[in-house]
């Protein structure tokens, strides 16, 4: 399900394809591959071609129009000096439409009143626009009154290792174009895709704090920021593993992996993986609390099994001898003392503990064993 928090914009995961450096052959196995898994938006890049443009031009319709057949929506990424080189005007986009592009990405942007036409363009081509700089820039467009149902953002992509947007600025960016009801889109890195659209290759991603990170864990925090619609994997290809994984993700409700101790009883297993869990409203610095567990097996026997002193991710379940408290299940926020009340049945993997500040009060949130 890929429906987006707080309005009803679908959700959608995609690939990125390069032309240039592949075949039409392996990017279409590619395509049918993300198709299968249920991507539906894919980014490519005119910015980086060279050589033969006539074959390159002629291989992108191709791979572009067999795309269009399974649904799928191809934004083409381009600049003013694309614009140039292809002799083609920003009031006709035909070149585009005929190309079979959704859409056309402006990695540089004009002065604002240039997109505001290409939104009106008679093909209903959407007009993307970088978001990672945080100026006036959108605020300019919007004052020329574009057609907002074809004006869309998305990230960059950041090849060089430490040179990825910071996670403040990130945030200030994408506030700018939700204040503007603009649909946003973020790129994340394969950890086994091998290239992109340039020689520098130490991963692909929009935020730095992603780059080493597994690629549903960086999927999973984008969905919970709730200021990106669209998540694209900005490195080819990613792996079979990998789309699969992110299909399976569920953009609405959190899902953290874990590790369960050996320790853990049946019972406890059972409130831990398959017990409704929500945050409860009344905030403690120290906990995140799931309470209803504790309703439904208040008749049920929870002795004492493990009992170390309480870390950050730790997944607990208070036992009998904390009395009315027994069967409750808790996510640890900081480091406790556990005074012998507190089974500590699991952990969060270490990559995700910080997805708990991502957590709201009442939001829903669930566990899947790594």
Partial sequence: ???????????????????????????????????????????????????????????FKETIAFANQLGMEVMVDISPRVFGDLDISYKDLSFFADLGAYGIRLDMGFTGTEESIMTHNPYNLKVEINMSNATHYLDNLIAYKPNKENLVGSHNFYPHRYAGLSYAHFLKCCEQFKHHNIRTAAFISSQAATYGPWPVTEGLCTLEMHRELPIVTQAKHLFATGVIDDVIIANAYASKIELEALSTLNSELLTLYIELYDTITELEKKIVLEEFHFYRGDVSEYLIRSTQSRVKYKREELKPTYTPDIRRGDILIENELYGQYKGELQIALKDMENSGKTNVVGRIVEEEIFLLDYLDPWEKFQFSIK
């Fill in 1 to 59: 399900m890929w429906e987006g928090k707080g309005d009803v914009k679908m959700r959608k995961l995609g690939i990125s394809i390069y032309p240039e450096h592949s075949t039409v052959e392996k990017d279409i196995e590619y395509i049918v591959l993300a198709h299968k898994y249920g991507f539906k938006k894919i980014f490519t890049c005119l910015l980086s071609v060279e050589g033969d443009k006539e074959k390159i031009m002629r291989e």
